[in-house]
């Protein structure tokens, strides 16, 4: 069965420390999609990256990297240089066709990361 | 502006109530979400809609009911036979998905449902 595993509940750093969180995965399925969503303090959910499995090269987007490792089923996310507005929590999530042909999305239990000054 | 409102965002209930939660969304997107989000898990999918009057079951339907009456809005129903409602509301809407496409989902503020 599909699953996401954030093995990290909570991490605390000091501001400009790097911190990464981890994100290992399940799936049968050959073709498959990872997201990385942001959830602040006001709840909303915010999409971060989509990555699909044929993709392995790394990304990066300014602060923000991340590296797809197939071989190790592992998506990890990377914050250089940490600041006190990343505090949030942090959800992997996998995606999943499902009956009628549409996707939907498996999360992990997500990653409380507190940055503080 | 675009996006997704959800209202109200704190709701309280007594034990035995039917509440409806409403979740409305501008983005002309075919495709809502409502999922539960309890403390230290992750998000679980409720329903899901494609298409207007048409919906199906998520993982943890039990409990709770929905419509479709139109693309904007997809209220969603906490019953009474929910036997422990209390948690996080999170409704969402995408594009639309198609086999092996899944478009990112963009997320509502959440409604927080306590019941007393």
């Known amino acids: 069965a599909q699953k996401v595993t954030q093995a990290q509940t909570e991490i605390s750093v000091v501001e400009k420390e790097d911190v990464t969180l981890d994100c290992v995965y399940e799936t049968r399925d050959t073709t498959y999609y990872l997201f990385w969503y942001k959830q602040p303090p006001s709840g909303e959910l915010v999409f971060l990256i989509r990555r699909n499995s044929f993709d392995e090269q790394n990304e990066i987007s300014g602060r923000y990297s991340w590296n797809f490792q197939k071989s190790t089923s592992s998506f990890n996310f990377t914050i250089t240089a940490s600041q006190v507005v990343d505090s949030a929590v942090y959800f992997c999530a996998l995606s999943e066709a499902f009956s009628g042909g549409y996707n939907k999305l498996i999360f992990g239990a997500g990653t409380r990361l507190a940055v503080h000054p | 502006d675009g996006g997704i409102t959800q209202s109200p965002k704190y709701l309280f209930r007594k034990e035995g109530q039917n509440v409806t939660l409403s979740c409305e969304q501008n983005?002309?997107?075919?495709?809502m979400y409502w999922y539960r989000q309890d403390p230290g898990q992750g998000l679980r999918l409720i329903y899901y809609s494609q298409i207007v009057n048409d919906f199906q079951k998520g993982d943890i339907a039990e409990g709770y009911s929905v419509s479709r009456e139109k693309k904007e809005s997809f209220p969603l129903t906490v019953t009474s036979a929910q036997k422990n409602p209390t948690a996080f509301y999170l409704c969402?809407?995408?594009?639309?998905?198609?086999?092996?496409?899944?478009?990112?989902?963009?997320f509502g503020p959440g409604t927080r449902l306590t019941v007393l």
């Open positions: 983005l002309n997107h075919d495709a």
């Open positions: 969402a809407s995408s594009i639309g998905d198609g086999p092996g496409l899944p478009n990112e989902q963009f």
